[in-house]
């Protein structure tokens, strides 16, 4: 492993990190005015900021979906070491490739429940 790698993963485990801190302050709250357009005219919108720390929350579940792409059987290491016998990359995107093609409606269905489930979530914070 060299340094460039090295610091790639520290860059992606701060950061990790970072959004897993990221979170409401109790009994602090401010309202934030943000400039765009409400009822067909550009008006100042009122955000509180933990609505919008309640929204960026939901980027917790993208570090769920690393960790089980990251340690599942396509990615593990005899995977990797397989995958750069023949020349082509284990990644994420693989393991989803390779989900499709093993259980195609099961990961179509929990991708589209979980799609749904978030997209309704952040609406929810967001037009309260």
């Known amino acids: 492993m060299n340094h ?3 610091n790639q993963g520290r ?3 701060l950061s990790d990190i970072l959004i897993i801190l990221v979170q409401p302050i109790p ?3 401010f309202l934030l005015y943000i400039h765009a357009v ?3 005219k550009f008006e100042d919108v009122e955000f ?3 609505d919008l720390l309640y929204a960026f929350m939901v980027v917790r579940i993208i570090i769920i979906f690393w960790a089980a792409s990251k340690w599942s059987m396509f990615t593990d290491f005899n995977a990797k070491r397989v995958s750069h016998k023949y020349d082509f990359h284990a990644n994420p995107s693989f393991f989803y490739k390779s989900s499709l093609v093993i259980r195609p409606v099961t990961t179509v269905l929990i991708t589209v429940f979980l799609f749904i489930i978030v997209v309704a979530y952040v609406l929810w914070v967001i037009e309260r």
């Open 11 to 13: 860059f992606w485990f």
């Open 4 to 6: 460039e790698e090295m």
């Open 38 to 40: 409400k009822h067909q």
């Open 48 to 50: 509180l900021l933990s």
């Open 27 to 29: 009994f602090y709250d």
